[in-house]
C-alpha cells in the first residue's frame, strides 16, 4: 500500500458514500457524479489501497474484505478528526467541528420542537460548526444514534436503545382529523360516531401501524405513511382519516381543509425526546445544542391542550 496523502480524504468520502449507498446508481445520485467519474475516484483509491474495495455484477454489490475494514477505518478517522477539531476548539473556548442532528418531520410547525429556532440560536454561538441535518422515523433515528450515525436525534423514542441518555423536551399534542371532502368534514358533532370513524378508511403511520388502529378501535388500515407530510395529504384527499401532531393538522383547520375529530376523545400527548450517546455526554456541540433545545421547548408548553368534553 502507498503512503496516503490528503487528497485520499476526499476519496475515502467517495468510497463511504458508496459502500452507504450500496450500489453505484444510488451514490452517483447521493454524490451528484457522473458513472465515469466515480469509477476514476474509486479506482485511484484502490491503486493507493493496493487491491479492488467492492465487487459488482450479476449477484449484485458488494465489498470486499479490504472494502469493509477500509470502510470501518475511514467511518474510525472521520469520527477522530471530527473529535481532533472540537478538543482544539474547546481549549481556545471555540465551538468547531461537525455535528450530526436526527430529527423527526413536521416539527417545524410546532414551535416547541421548531429546529429553525433552535438552530439560529446554536449557530450564532457556533458559526464554524458543520451542521448535518437528517430526517427519519423514530425507529431510525434510535438505531442511528445507537449505532454512533448521529450525535443527538430529537423525536417521540422509545427509549429502548442502550447506552443512550433519554432527555424529556416536550409533549407534543396527536390529533385525528379527516379532510374537506370527507363525509366526516361536515357532519354535526352527533353523527362522528365510532361506526362512522370505522366506515372510514384510515392512514396509519407505519411506526406507529398497531397504535394509531388501537386509538380508534379501527379493525384495518387502508393506508401506510411514514412521513406526516405524506399522511397531510392522504388526509387532504378527503378520502382518509387519520392522525397528525395537533400543529399541522390545526394549521391546515384554520384553513378550512381539515376537521379534527372528537378531539376530547381521541386527542393524546406524545412525549418527545433529545437523546446521545452515553459517552457524548461531555460533548461541548451536543451539550449546547441541547441546552438551546431545552429552552425553546421551555418557552412553549401547553400549546395544544386536550378540549374539556361539553
Not at 90 to 111: F, S
Not at 116 to 140: C, K, N, S, W
Request: net charge positive; charged share 20%; with cysteine.
Amino acid at each position: 500500500m502507498r503512503r496516503l496523502d490528503n487528497i485520499d480524504l476526499r476519496l475515502l468520502r467517495v468510497f463511504i458514500t458508496l459502500a452507504d449507498a450500496g450500489s453505484f446508481p444510488a451514490a452517483q445520485i447521493a454524490l451528484n457524479l457522473s458513472q465515469s467519474t466515480l469509477s476514476s475516484h474509486l479506482a485511484a483509491l484502490e491503486r493507493k489501497l493496493g487491491g479492488p474495495l467492492c465487487v459488482r455484477g450479476r449477484r449484485g454489490f458488494r465489498l470486499t474484505p479490504l472494502g469493509t475494514a477500509t470502510r470501518q477505518a475511514a467511518q474510525q478517522l472521520f469520527a477522530d478528526i471530527d473529535t481532533f477539531q472540537q478538543r482544539v476548539g474547546a481549549m481556545n473556548g471555540e465551538l468547531i467541528g461537525r455535528l450530526r442532528i436526527g430529527m423527526v418531520d413536521g416539527v417545524a410547525h410546532n414551535p416547541a420542537l421548531a429546529l429553525q429556532e433552535t438552530l439560529r440560536a446554536f449557530m450564532e454561538r457556533a458559526a464554524e460548526v458543520r451542521i448535518d441535518l437528517e430526517l427519519g422515523t423514530p425507529h431510525d433515528l434510535e438505531r442511528a444514534i445507537a449505532d454512533g450515525v448521529h450525535d443527538i436525534v430529537v423525536g417521540p423514542l422509545s427509549q429502548k436503545a442502550p447506552g443512550v441518555v433519554y432527555v424529556p423536551l416536550h409533549r407534543e399534542m396527536q390529533g385525528l382529523y379527516c379532510g374537506r371532502g370527507h363525509e366526516l368534514f361536515a357532519a354535526a358533532d352527533a353523527a362522528v360516531t365510532q361506526e362512522a370513524i370505522e366506515r372510514s378508511l384510515f392512514s396509519v403511520r407505519g411506526y406507529r401501524h398497531l397504535d394509531d388502529l388501537y386509538r380508534v378501535g379501527h379493525p384495518r388500515p387502508a393506508g401506510t405513511v411514514v412521513h406526516m407530510e405524506a399522511q397531510a395529504m392522504m388526509i387532504l384527499s378527503g378520502r382518509f382519516i387519520g392522525f397528525l401532531p395537533c400543529p399541522i393538522g390545526q394549521d391546515w383547520v384554520a384553513r378550512g381543509q381539515m376537521r379534527e375529530l372528537r378531539p376530547h376523545t381521541y386527542r393524546y400527548p406524545s412525549q418527545h425526546f433529545a437523546a446521545f450517546r452515553r459517552e457524548a455526554a461531555g460533548n461541548p456541540l451536543v451539550g449546547t445544542f441541547l441546552e438551546e433545545l431545552k429552552r425553546q421547548a421551555a418557552h412553549h408548553t401547553d400549546l395544544w391542550p386536550t378540549p374539556q368534553r361539553r
